[in-house]
C-alpha cells in the first residue's frame, strides 16, 4: 500500500488518504454528467450509445491514471465538452465527415500535441495566440452549448422567420427548463455535484411523464457494453488526400484542446498552492499535459471524442486534494461507472440540457476579460463569438476571430501587436477559403 501511495505522490507526513479518496469522490460527482452528457452529443452522429458510454469511461479511467501515476496531480481528465459538440455538430453533421474519419482527426490531434509537449513548444504557440481572442473562444464555445441544450430539451425550435424560436411548452421542455433552474439554484448554494443531482432529479420525474423511458427488462447494473462498434474504427483516408480543410480540423482540435487544458490546469493549480511563486510555473505542468495528449489519443482509439483536463477539478482541490491519490480515485470510480450503464443510458435529453445550459454559462465568464474599450480587439472578439453561435461551427470561428484580427490589426498599422506566428496563420485560413 505504501508503496501504491509513493507512486501517486503520496507523503503520509503532508497527506491525508481520507482527505485525498474525499477530494476524488467530490470531483467525480461534479463531472460525471459527462457519462450521460457524451453518449446523447456524440449519439447524433449514428454511433452507437451503449459503445459511446463505455469509451468515454474508459478514455476517462486511462487519461485519469496517466495524470495520477505519472504526473502525480489531483486532476481528472474525460471527453471534453465543447469538444464533443464540435465533433458532433461541426465535423459529421456540419462539414460532412464520417464519425470515422473525425475519430482519425482527433487522434492525430492526439499525436500531434504529445509531440509538441516532448518538445516544449507549447508555449510558443500559446504566447502567440492574442489573450483576448482566447476569451472569446471559450465564450462562442460556451454560447454553441447552451444553445445544442436549448435545442436538445426541446426549448427552442427552427423557425422559417427568425431561424429560431421559442418551442411551445410541453412536458419535456418544461422538464428541461425546470432543470436549468433547480441546477442553477444548486450551484448558487454551492452544492457538490450539482449538475450530476440535477440530472437524476430530472430522470425520475421524468418516468410518470413518459419522458424517461424504462426498457422492460431494465436493471441497474450490467456487464460494461462493448466497445467493438466503434473502437479502432479510424479512417485516416482524409488525411493522407491531404485535404486542407481536415488539416483545419486537426489545428482547431489541438487549439481548443490546448488552451482548455492551460486554463484548467493555470487556475486550478493557482488556487491549490502548486505555482512556483517566483517563476509562476506550474510544478509538474508538462506531465500534466502529457497525460492529457495521450488521453486524446487513447480516447479516439476506443471511440470518443478529445480528452481534456476537467475544470471540476477544482472542487477536488478545494476538498484537499493534493496528489495523484485523487486522481487514482476518480479513475476507479469510472471503472465502477462501466457496469452502470443502464442507469445512465436511460437518461433523456431534457435532462442533460440543465449540464449543457449550465456549462455553458460557466464558459461564458471570460466575457469580462475581453478588452471591448480596444476596438481591433473587441471586434475579432466578437466575430470570434457570434460566428461559433450562429453557424454551429466551432472551427470557423477561430478562423474567422484569428483572420479579422490580423486584417484590423493590419489596417490600424498595429503591426506589433501581431506575432510571426499569428501572421503564418491567417495567410493558412485565406488559402482555406481561397481552395475550399
Known sequence: MNKLLALLGFDPAKHSVKVEMIAGLTTFLTMSYILAVNP???GETGMD????????????????????????????????????????????????????????????????FILLTVFKVREAIVNAIPVNLRYSISVGIGLFIAYIGLKNGGIIIGSDATVTAL????????????GVLLGGALMALGIRGALFYTIVIMTVIGIPFGVTQLP??????????????????????????????????????????????????????????????????????????????????????????????????????????????????????????????????????????????????????????IDFSDFTEAVPCFITIITMSFTASISEGIVLGMLSYVIVKVLTGRFKDLSIVMYILAAFFVLKYIFN
Open 167 to 178: 418551442a411551445p411548452w410541453t412536458v419535456t421542455s418544461l422538464l428541461a427548463a425546470g
Open 40 to 42: 446523447l452529443i456524440l
Open 49 to 112: 450509445r451503449g459503445a459511446l458510454f463505455s469509451a468515454t469511461a474508459v478514455a476517462a479511467l486511462i487519461a485519469t491514471l496517466v495524470m495520477a501515476f505519472y504526473a502525480k496531480m489531483p486532476f481528472a481528465l474525460a471527453s471534453g465538452m465543447g469538444l464533443n459538440a464540435f465533433f458532433a455538430y461541426t465535423l459529421v453533421l456540419s462539414m460532412g465527415y464520417t464519425w470515422e474519419e473525425a475519430l482519425a482527426a482527433v487522434f492525430f490531434e492526439g499525436v500531434v
Open 216 to 369: 422492460s427488462e431494465f436493471s441497474l447494473i450490467s456487464m460494461p457494453q462493448s466497445l467493438a462498434p466503434i473502437a479502432f474504427h479510424l479512417d485516416f483516408t482524409q488525411f493522407l488526400a491531404f485535404d486542407l480543410n481536415y488539416y483545419i480540423v486537426v489545428f482547431a482540435l489541438l487549439f481548443m484542446d490546448l488552451f482548455d487544458t492551460l486554463g484548467t490546469l493555470i487556475g486550478a493549480s493557482t488556487s491549490a498552492n502548486m505555482v512556483d511563486p517566483k517563476t509562476g510555473r506550474i510544478h509538474g505542468l508538462n506531465r500534466a499535459l502529457m497525460a492529457d495528449a495521450i488521453g486524446t489519443a487513447c480516447g479516439a482509439l476506443c471511440g470518443t471524442n478529445t480528452v481534456t483536463t476537467y475544470v471540476e477539478s477544482a472542487t477536488g482541490i478545494a476538498e484537499g486534494g493534493r496528489t495523484g491519490l485523487t486522481s487514482f480515485t476518480v479513475a476507479l470510480l469510472f471503472f465502477v461507472a462501466l457496469f452502470f450503464s443502464p442507469l445512465f443510458l436511460i437518461i433523456p435529453s431534457a435532462a442533460t440540457t440543465p449540464a449543457l445550459v449550465l456549462v455553458g454559462v460557466l464558459m461564458t465568464k471570460p466575457i469580462m476579460k
